[in-house]
C-alpha cells in the first residue's frame, strides 16, 4: 500500500504537447486531488529515452518508441498523493486507447497505441526509477497543500 505522501511519474509525450492537452492531463491529476511537486518541459535527450525504455529493450518496438518520444517536446511531472501511482494509472487508462474506458486520458483523447499520450509510472518501485532519472533532487518541491483537510480524513 502507498502512502499518503507517495509520488509518481508522468510524461505527457511528443503527440500530447502537439495536440495541446497538457493542460488537461494536468487538470485531470490536479481534479482528482493529487499535488503538482515537479514539472520540465524539454526536448529529452536520446539517452535519457533509452535509460527510461530500458524495460523494453530488445522489444521490436523499442528502436521506434525512443525515436518517437525523442522526436519533440514532452512535459515530464512528479505527482504527489495517497495512492499516487495507482490513482495515476486509472487516470490514464490503459495502453491501448481502444481498450480504454470513457473518463481516462487515452480513453477520452487517445486513438493510437503509438500516439496515447502520455505515460505513467506503473509501480511504486517504477516511479522512483523514473523520477531518479528525470528530476534531479532539487527539481522537485515538498510543499504543503491547503487542502490536505478536504482531502483525506
Known sequence: MESRDSRTF???KPDG???RLVSDVMGRFEKRGLKLCGLKFLNAPNELLKE???EHEGKPFYSKLV???GSG???AMCWEGSNAVDIGRRLIGSTKPSESPAGTIRGDLGLDV???IVHGSDSAESAKRELDLWFNQNET???SDSLIN???E
Open 10 to 12: 508522468v510524461l505527457v
Open 17 to 19: 504537447v502537439q495536440r
Open 52 to 54: 527510461h525504455y530500458a
Open 67 to 69: 525515436q518517437y518520444v
Open 73 to 75: 517536446p514532452v512535459v
Open 114 to 116: 503509438g500516439r496515447n
Open 141 to 143: 518541491v515538498s510543499w
Open 150 to 152: 478536504w482531502l483525506y
